[in-house]
């Protein structure tokens, strides 16, 4: 099955879907003024890859910065592996902070009250 | 036009203004105003912790003056376009001050969620916050009124502003937001 990528600028992350596999990385800033613009690929690619979802998806997030606009279209992408994990494949979502920073944890734990997918918090060293 | 200069320089300096600009937001300048600020902050050794809270309420900010003057470019003319900001630090604290022209039919509803979200407690405000990320709703560029509530959450503090009136049309926007180290 495909890979889906997009390499990293200043103001978006980097992104690696590998539907082969079921893993998908999300890592850098994001940080753009249009959000929906940039994301609407890869959730274009969940929704196909919800057709046909490997056992087990692994989820990776590890931003160091991200704006409000980027937080609904994170959403967006949760909700779609939500649907992803009713459907049948084991999501667990991986939500990385660094260890001082107070507020990626909370933006973390706000997801997790939101969205039903199991989460791991992973305190990373700067 | 020099004792003008002069002025300008000692009123920045006595405030101590690390950065400041007017005229268009466009997406580049806040690219380069960030990438400075980020090595500003580094060259001053600022602790991680406030360094990326001043680098995110910053993006808040200068991203509220892009997608305002985006919106009132059409109707507002040369002074829909013109913004300004200054970022200071004074006593360890940071201080991002923005300016923008605002129609008069738009004060009320800006002044509205400003005081709204000046009611909350920080539990409210994280509530608040999960119920608007949750709401479904998104703006035509995806802030979807999140901005105003994560600066609230992120500083711990009030935002505090003030509406100018200039005349039938336009009143003048500032915002003021301290970014303390000590949260």
Redesign the interface.
């Given at each position: 099955m495909e890979k889906f990528s997009i390499e990293g600028t200043?103001?978006t992350p980097t992104i690696n879907f590998d539907m082969g596999v079921g893993f998908l990385e999300i890592k850098g800033r994001s940080?753009p003024?249009?959000?929906?613009e940039f994301y609407k690929p890869l959730v274009d690619n969940l929704e196909k890859y919800a057709g046909s979802p490997k056992p087990a998806t692994n989820v990776n997030i590890q931003l160091e910065?991200f704006?409000?606009?980027?937080?609904?279209?994170i959403?967006d992408v949760f909700k779609k592996l939500e649907a992803i994990h009713k459907g049948g494949s084991q999501v667990t979502i991986n939500w990385h902070y660094?260890e001082?920073?107070?507020?990626m944890l909370?933006a973390g734990e706000?997801y997790q009250?939101?969205i039903n997918v199991p989460f791991k918090m992973v305190q990373v060293e700067? | 036009m020099m004792l003008d200069i002069f002025d300008f320089y000692d009123k920045m300096e006595r405030n101590n203004i690390l950065l400041s600009f007017k005229g268009d937001i466009t997406s580049e300048l806040l690219t380069s105003i960030l990438q400075i600020m980020e090595s500003k902050m580094d060259n001053m050794h600022e602790e991680p912790k406030l360094k990326k809270k001043v680098y995110n309420v910053l993006v808040e900010c200068l991203q509220n003056l892009y997608h305002h003057m985006d919106e009132t470019t059409e109707n507002g003319g040369e002074r829909g376009r013109s913004a300004i900001f200054m970022i200071g630090k004074q006593d360890g604290d940071y201080n991002i001050i923005t300016g923008n022209y605002i129609m008069n039919d738009n004060v009320a509803g800006l002044k509205k969620r400003l005081d709204d979200v000046n009611a909350l407690t920080k539990e409210e405000l994280k509530d608040y916050y999960k119920q608007v990320l949750n709401n479904g709703e998104m703006s035509m560029k995806g802030g979807g009124g999140l901005g105003m509530i994560d600066i609230a959450r992120k500083t711990g503090q009030k935002l505090h502003y003030n509406f100018m009136a200039i005349d039938d049309k336009f009143s003048f926007f500032s915002l003021n937001i301290k970014v303390s180290p000590n949260l």
């Open positions: 200043p103001k940080i003024e249009n959000s929906i910065y704006n409000t606009s980027s937080s609904k279209c959403l660094e001082d920073d107070e507020d909370e706000d009250a939101i700067e | -």
